[in-house]
């Protein structure tokens, strides 16, 4: 990751969180990618610009359901400080507005799976709104739902909890404004998603409040990192549904026996090839351009 003379405000697995100055931040998407929540030691080339394209698309696409906290993603934009690491920090970095974040993980789901599953599973219900009988993994859920949950320490996972223990956390009114947020925003995104062949399964946003106290969208948006994008034309209810971006590693890395314990296997160069192909083809069949288009002009 590039060593940037910034104060490194929070590392999160694949990406980096900078001082920029009193009111803003930089965000840095790394090419690490993380499977069964181990981060391989193989990177895949432009995977953090990928990302950092997709999220600034979708903040435009959303600007008219919620701000959003991007100031630019041009390098030319940033700070005297930054330009001599402009190599570094070009396609996979943005300069955001330093917002008061809101300590929830807002999801919506559209689809059951993952922690998702498994609490329907043990209760009938996720975050306390009951779902009917029946439904498996991959099955599409009667109506998309909030899902809020609470961050956990590092190397923990999330933990779901219910809209009022949100209430009782940050006030009914700021809980129910969440909700609507994260609703629409996941209603854009699988309509969106939806037209171009991929199925947005669920997703997670970070929401805070900027300077003038506006909520404000933050981190990352609709991306493979923070979302679960299937492919429409595989999906199946009842047995796990193929990842859009991480299926060639993942069946590469149950093909070798590996048993999920870091730091994981060496990726070979057709599976990281084949891997960085789906990474772009998400941003080119969800934003309709080209991912060298973008990164030209980042
Ligand atoms: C903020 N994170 C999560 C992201 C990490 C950690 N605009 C903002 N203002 C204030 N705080 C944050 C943001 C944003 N985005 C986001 N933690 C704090 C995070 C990326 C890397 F290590």
Known sequence: MPDLPLPLVARGKVRELYAVDDDHLLLVASDRLSAYDVVLPTAIPDKGAVLTGLSVWW????ADVVPHHLVSARVADYPQVLQSHAAALRG?????RRLAMVPVECVARGYLTGSGLADYRATGSICDVPLPDGLEDGSRLPEPVFTPATKAVVGE???????GAVADAVGRELADELRRVTLEVYARGAQLAGERGILLADTKLELGHDADGVLTLGDEVLTPDSSRFWPANGWQPGRAQPSFDKQYVRDWLSS?????????????????DRTRAKYVE?????????????LRGA
Do not use: K
């Open 92 to 96: 996979r970095s943005m300069l955001v």
């Open 157 to 163: 996972h999330d933990e779901n909890v219910s809209f």
């Open 282 to 294: 998400a941003y080119e069949r969800l934003t309709g351009s080209s991912f060298e288009d973008y």
């Open 59 to 62: 903040f435009d696409q959303l």
């Open 256 to 272: 070798t026996g590996w048993d999920r314990t870091a730091p994981g296997p060496e990726l070979p160069d057709e599976v990281v």
